[in-house]
């Protein structure tokens, strides 16, 4: 059974940094991507981030989080980071990390990241 488990979720102030982790466990065929997402109160759950599986390691930002935040992936813990820097109120969300497999996609329980002014 796979199981995906973020942390890292808070109160900041605006300005400040969070590093979200997701690690995943259970047998997993292939990874093809994770991905972090996130879903503000009233809002449609939205993409953050995704960086490839395998040996690559390219990754992709929403507009919203290019230059503020970074995701990483560490293939030997099956781990994936999201560190968030200069945060804003409207960063305020449920963030979700999605793990991307051959057949299936699962998804964490979220963690709250808030953000205040």
Request: with cysteine; proline share 2%; hydrophobic share 35%.
């Given at each position: 059974?796979?199981?995906?488990v973020e ?35 009233g809002k ?17 930002y929403a ?55």
């Open positions: 059974q796979v199981q995906v942390s890292g979720g808070g109160l900041v102030q605006a300005g400040g940094s969070l590093r979200l982790s997701c690690a995943v466990s259970g047998s997993i065929r292939s990874i093809i991507a994770m991905a972090w997402y996130r879903q503000a109160p449609q759950r939205e993409l953050v981030a995704v960086i490839s599986g395998g040996s690559g390691s390219s990754t992709n507009d919203s989080a290019k230059g503020r935040f970074t995701i990483s992936r560490d293939n030997a813990k099956n781990t994936v980071c999201l560190q968030m820097n200069s945060l804003k109120p409207e960063d305020t969300a449920v963030y979700y990390c999605k793990l991307l497999s051959l057949g299936t996609n699962y998804w964490g329980q979220g963690t709250q990241v808030t953000v205040s002014s």
